[in-house]
């Protein structure tokens, strides 16, 4: 499985900011699709998450009610359209995909970060 993200960048406290992750390879439908993110000094630490084949949603507790994850199954993109960011969202975010990552929040693949910046 390959996952290309994009999306990330310089954006002020209060604003929003849309990440994509395009995927390709064989994704099963076991498989769940979402994001990860390191800040500098701290763990990788789960964000998001969605079902690729129910759509079902999981979300961080520091994230819930501010981002949203959903997943266009024609292009085989997961976005995640992140609002009211907090200077605390700071961090290189980073597209996840696996069969573990439901519902251990671990992933089996990653791919490549994009750094989101919150100015406050």
């Known amino acids: 499985v390959q996952l290309q993200a994009s999306g990330g960048g310089l954006v002020q406290a209060g604003g929003s900011l849309r990440l994509s992750c395009a995927a390709s390879?064989?994704?099963?439908?076991?498989?769940?699709v979402g994001w990860f993110r390191q800040s500098p000094g701290k763990q990788r630490e789960f964000v998001a998450a969605?079902?690729?084949?129910?759509?079902?949603?999981s979300y961080a507790r520091s994230v819930a009610g501010r981002f949203t994850i959903s997943r266009d199954n024609t292009k085989t993109i997961v976005y995640l359209q992140m609002n009211s960011l907090e200077t605390e969202d700071t961090a290189v975010y980073y597209c996840?995909?696996?069969?573990?990552?439901?519902?251990?929040?671990?992933?089996?693949?990653y791919g490549q970060g994009t750094q989101v910046t919150v100015s406050s």
């Open positions: 390879g064989r994704i099963l439908s076991g498989y769940a």
């Open positions: 996840a995909a696996g069969l573990r990552m439901w519902p251990y929040r671990e992933a089996d693949f």
């Open positions: 969605i079902r690729w084949s129910v759509g079902t949603t």
